[in-house]
């Protein structure tokens, strides 16, 4: 998690250049005793490989594998630039995140920030915040829709529907999503028939999430058959982008695919499209900044749409032409990228993008 202290976090800082910042962090990383003080090194040397300007008006300068040793302790420090500070060509920072990590911490950190990446108005209130704590509730997400989680249930032995919605609400209370009485409540429901033998069944809840629940064996509900049971744990409106998924697999007539091994996959991404491959990241530091933009460089190379999943992550799908996105889904060494191209060069993509990860990303094939 990204912890942040007001200590950390430097207001109304002034800097000529993104040289000037990323010395004042050092700095003030080496004064926290958290680096030592040839860490500024790195940092630059990072910076002159790829500028690490993220969007929404946040960079995030960190050192090279190289400077890993100066590294005494994880942690972050934090400074506000209200007049901006051109990161890259055309790209305004006005908050520097400098991030001291002695291994793969900081992909954990980016992908905490990718609830407010995209967000021009996350940018303003970071430039107009004039307190610390309003920084560390935009960055930290205080105020950001809960994060979508999934439980899967299967072959759980029931022999009828309603046990078979207790064994889903079991599941969700034992996650913490919610206590007796939502367990109360769901008991009391009536699921609703999807159709092909989906269920649907709701109930207000302490944390945004779905679990998919199937039986191990045929059972009915209102003489229907039931192959898989959906509960919905609604928190806010976090969930509305899986109704959609849901909509659009019932359109497809491919709804009864949720009671599959991908289940999962399909109700956090919609009915599959195109050409797929997966691949397996080789890069020991994962998707950092440097090879992450490459990647991205890559898939732009290309007009079809296409988007990636970590199958080692959360196999949530997303454009794989956004940097915020692919950073986002916290890709370290040996985790496996499905890749899913729709378009006329679908396949010459996917080809593409299979030759540049098989070479490193540009950090040479190891």
């Known amino acids: 998690m990204l912890k942040l202290a007001q200590e950390q976090i430097l207001l ?9 910042a990323i010395a004042l962090l050092a700095e003030r990383l080496t ?43 994880t942690g972050v420090m934090v400074a506000q630039f209200p007049g901006g500070i051109e990161w890259d060509q055309g790209q305004i920072a006005y908050v520097a995140i400098g991030i001291a990590a002695k291994s793969d911490e900081h992909l954990g950190i ?18 107009d915040a004039k307190d610390a704590a309003t920084i560390i509730d935009i960055l930290t997400g205080a105020s950001a829709p809960t994060e979508v989680q999934y439980l899967s249930l299967a072959d759980f032995p029931a022999d009828d529907a309603d046990q078979l919605l207790l064994g889903a609400a079991a599941r969700a209370k034992s996650a913490g999503w919610g206590g007796a009485e939502m ?27 779905w679990v998919l629940a199937t039986p191990s064996h045929a059972i009915c509900q209102q003489a229907a058959e039931v192959k898989a049971l959906l509960l919905l744990c609604g928190k806010d409106e976090s969930h509305l982008s899986q109704l959609d998924n849901l909509a659009a697999l019932a359109a497809a007539g491919q709804l009864d695919a949720l009671a599959g091994s991908d289940g999962i996959a ?26 992450g933009a490459m990647l991205v460089k890559v898939a732009k190379e290309y ?11 959360s196999g949530e799908a997303v454009s794989a ?18 890749f899913r191209a729709e378009g006329a060069d679908a396949e010459a993509a996917l080809r593409g993008i299979g ?12």
């Open 12 to 20: 109304n800082q002034t800097a000529a250049s993104k040289e000037e």
């Open 31 to 73: 004064q926290a005793g958290l680096v030592e003080a040839g860490y500024v090194d790195g940092m630059l040397a990072r910076e002159a490989q790829h500028a690490t300007y993220l969007g929404s008006g946040i960079a995030i300068p960190h050192g090279t594998t190289d400077t890993r040793e100066l590294v005494k302790e």
């Open 110 to 127: 980016l992908r905490q920030l990718t609830h407010v990446l995209g967000d021009e108005l996350a940018a303003q209130a970071l430039k």
């Open 183 to 209: 367990v109360t409540a769901l008991m009391a429901s009536k699921p609703t028939a999807l159709g092909q033998g989906i269920w649907l069944a709701s109930a207000k809840a302490q944390q945004c999430g």
């Open 266 to 291: 399909l109700l956090q991404n919609g009915p599959a499209k195109g050409l797929a491959d997966t691949f397996t990241i080789i890069n020991p530091h994962g998707l950092h900044a440097r090879p």
């Open 303 to 313: 007009g079809s749409d296409i988007r990636v999943a970590n199958l080692d992550g």
């Open 321 to 338: 032409k956004s940097l915020m996105k692919v950073i986002g889904l916290g890709v370290k060494c040996g985790h496996r990228l499905e």
């Open 355 to 366: 030759e540049a990860i098989a070479a490193g990303l540009g950090e040479g094939a190891h």
